[in-house]
């Protein structure tokens, strides 16, 4: 069995990617119980952070799929069969030139949390459009996943999706900016308004995620019939 470990520090994404992780490749469940080819398990919880300061979300996904996988193995806590998964979003909002962008997870800052964040986005597009729909809060949100295998190859995949920002938050559910975005493919209620599920349908990282384990399978195919993995990165 593979086990995948996320990268993650965040609680709430942490679950979301092993949510849709193990649906897609009939994981155990959350904490990397048996049940499948795969377990999914969370990171340590005391290692060290680390500093995104990639020029893309490729870069920022590597970085913390290569750091926390340095961190677990360097420090004996690892096993042979550990695979490091880590995604790094954006979201790209026309009016703004594309802002936040990379910096998404830090728009208020180094140091700011998701509600400093989504303050100032709604500060920042003060007067711009009339509605959920309005062209002018045009957005995109989109994700990269890179997944590192146990002999260091590489897995990279990616999902996006068009929507607007509400002019004011919508919901409790979610996290980020969920309670702003609205995805052109729905019924017009923000992520935080809608129910995982229905979430991860559509979302730019359910989409990443699904795209990743059909990367994955034939992976597992092999490591299951003892052929191990080739060490090659692959998009």
Same mark, same amino acid.
């Given at each position: 069995m593979l086990r995948l470990v996320i990268a993650s520090a965040n609680p709430r994404k942490a679950a979301e990617m092993s949510d849709v992780l193990n649906a897609e490749l009939g994981g155990g469940g959350r904490g990397g119980g048996s049940g499948g080819a795969i377990a999914v398990a969370p990171m340590p919880?005391? +290692?060290p952070e680390v500093v995104e300061d990639g020029e893309t979300l490729e870069d920022n996904a590597r970085l913390k799929a290569h750091a926390v996988r340095a961190a677990v193995l360097g420090a004996g806590a690892g096993a042979g069969n550990d695979a490091f998964v880590a995604d790094d979003t954006g979201l790209f909002v026309d009016a703004l030139d594309g802002a936040p962008g990379v910096r998404t997870a830090r728009y208020a800052g180094d140091d700011a949390d998701d509600a400093r964040n989504r303050r100032?986005? +709604?500060d920042a597009l003060a007067g711009t459009g009339t509605g959920t729909g309005a062209a002018a809060r045009g957005a995109r949100f989109a994700t990269v996943v890179v997944l590192v295998l146990p002999d260091g190859a590489e897995l990279v995949a990616e999902g996006s999706v068009e929507g607007s920002i509400a002019p004011a938050e919508r919901g409790d559910g979610g996290f980020g900016y969920d309670? +702003?975005?609205?995805?052109?493919?729905?019924d017009g209620r923000t992520f935080a308004q809608m129910e995982p599920a229905e979430k991860h349908a559509v979302s730019h990282r359910g989409r990443a995620l699904r795209a990743l384990a059909a990367r994955l399978a034939p992976y597992l195919a092999a490591h299951q019939a003892g052929h191990g993995f080739r060490n090659e990165r692959r998009r």
């Amino acid at each position: 069995m593979l086990r995948l470990v996320i990268a993650s520090a965040n609680p709430r994404k942490a679950a979301e990617m092993s949510d849709v992780l193990n649906a897609e490749l009939g994981g155990g469940g959350r904490g990397g119980g048996s049940g499948g080819a795969i377990a999914v398990a969370p990171m340590p919880g005391d +290692l060290p952070e680390v500093v995104e300061d990639g020029e893309t979300l490729e870069d920022n996904a590597r970085l913390k799929a290569h750091a926390v996988r340095a961190a677990v193995l360097g420090a004996g806590a690892g096993a042979g069969n550990d695979a490091f998964v880590a995604d790094d979003t954006g979201l790209f909002v026309d009016a703004l030139d594309g802002a936040p962008g990379v910096r998404t997870a830090r728009y208020a800052g180094d140091d700011a949390d998701d509600a400093r964040n989504r303050r100032k986005l +709604l500060d920042a597009l003060a007067g711009t459009g009339t509605g959920t729909g309005a062209a002018a809060r045009g957005a995109r949100f989109a994700t990269v996943v890179v997944l590192v295998l146990p002999d260091g190859a590489e897995l990279v995949a990616e999902g996006s999706v068009e929507g607007s920002i509400a002019p004011a938050e919508r919901g409790d559910g979610g996290f980020g900016y969920d309670s +702003l975005f609205v995805p052109d493919e729905g019924d017009g209620r923000t992520f935080a308004q809608m129910e995982p599920a229905e979430k991860h349908a559509v979302s730019h990282r359910g989409r990443a995620l699904r795209a990743l384990a059909a990367r994955l399978a034939p992976y597992l195919a092999a490591h299951q019939a003892g052929h191990g993995f080739r060490n090659e990165r692959r998009r």
